[in-house]
Each structure stands twice: as C-alpha cells, then as structure tokens.
C-alpha cells in the first residue's frame, strides 16, 4: 500500500501563486508515476499534471500548461506542484495521485492510490 497526504491548498488572489505537496509513505518503491488531478463543485475530475516516479517527463493539461509545474523529490518521496498566475476557474479539490504501472497519464482510472484532496480557492 502506498499513502498520499496532500498539503499547501488555501485562498488566494487571482494572479497570486500556491505550491501544493503530495508526501508518500508505504510502499513507494511500488510507485510507477504520480498526478495532480482537480475537481470543480458541480464538474468531474480532472487531469492536471503527471511526471514519472523515475524520470522527468512531464505532461500536462491544456488548460494549465505554462503557469502549473509538476516536480518530484526523490529523496523526500514528495510531489509537488507550482501553481502560478493563479485564475478563478483554478478554484477545486486537488487531489495527489499514483499508479504502479504504464497506463494513460490523463485516464483517473489508471491510478491506484488517492490522496484526501486540499482546496485551492482563487478569488476574483
């Protein structure tokens, strides 16, 4: 079993920046990749981010590229993401990630293990 706790989530101002951390214990060894994914009141789930537990490719949403950053510590077994330029429609529950093995990086279904989520709130 792998756990994922999620930090860093609060209220900001539109523009302004929050970096959210995913720390994992248990059986990282396991990890294949994590994610970031969002959920909206009223919307689905959505893929944000997801980079490799080894490794550096990074992919991301259409609708946060070049203002979100994905980023691993191998050493602290920690995920985070850098969100910048911070818009309203950002507002949600973000949710860390992570699967043990290949599978397609936007597809929630793929992951194994959840975090609890922390909230981002961006103000207009």
């Known amino acids: 079993q792998v756990q994922l706790a999620e930090s860093g989530g609060g209220l900001v101002q539109a523009g302004g920046s929050l970096r959210l951390s995913c720390a994992a214990s248990g059986r990282t060894a396991s990890v294949y990749a994590a994610a970031w994914f969002r959920q909206a009141p009223g919307k689905e789930r959505e893929f944000v981010a997801t980079?490799?537990?080894?490794?550096?490719?990074?992919i991301y949403a259409a609708s946060v590229k070049g203002r979100f950053t994905i980023s691993r510590d191998a050493a602290k077994k920690t995920v985070y993401l850098q969100m910048d330029s911070l818009k309203p429609k950002d507002t949600a529950v973000y949710y860390c990630?992570?699967?043990?093995?290949?599978?397609?990086?936007?597809?929630?279904?793929?992951?194994?293990?959840w975090g609890q989520g922390t909230q981002v709130t961006v103000s207009s």
């Open positions: 980079i490799p537990w080894s490794g550096d490719i990074t």
């Open positions: 990630a992570a699967k043990v093995r290949p599978g397609a990086a936007n597809d929630q279904r793929m992951y194994d293990y």
